[in-house]
Nanobody
Framework: VQLQAYGGGLVQAGGSLRLSCAAS????????MGWFRQAAGKEREFVTA????????YYAASVKGRFTISRDNAKNTVYLEMNSLKPEDTAVYYC????????????????????WGQGTQVTVSS
């Protein structure tokens, strides 16, 4: 397993969760790590991405100000702190990794990523 995501669960609206994604093997050398999510019946949606070298970050407009991505390069791990959760945040959350940084259009395209984690379910109840 190259990317291992964990930390999902059930939380009430307004609550918080922290997801983690640990990279191993070849994925551990990836410069970019991101989070996507996929709600039932919908397409996979970009959430955020971080440049592990520079710390540059992009967020989707729907999560900006509520979600925070961070990294611990020594542990090859990225975190997604999710606050003020809403029922519409309910989805399976996937971490992904790739080598090249770029603009938000490039980073938000799932097919540009080389590695994917198995996904972790986040359910926000109203």
């Amino acid at each position: 397993v190259q990317l291992q995501a964990y930390g999902g669960g059930l939380v009430q609206a307004g609550g918080s969760l922290r997801l983690s994604c640990a990279a191993s093997g070849r994925a551990a050398s990836s410069n970019v790590m991101g989070w996507f999510r996929q709600a039932a019946g919908k397409e996979r949606e970009f959430v955020t991405a971080i440049n592990r070298s520079t710390g540059s970050i992009y967020y989707a407009a729907s999560v900006k100000g509520r979600f925070t991505i961070s990294r611990d390069n020594a542990k090859n791990t990225v975190y997604l702190e999710m606050n003020s959760l809403k029922p519409e945040d309910t989805a399976v959350y996937y971490c992904a990794a790739k080598q090249l940084w770029g603009n938000v259009a490039y980073l938000s395209t799932p097919t540009k990523y080389d590695y994917w984690g198995q996904g972790t379910q986040v359910t926000v109840s109203s």
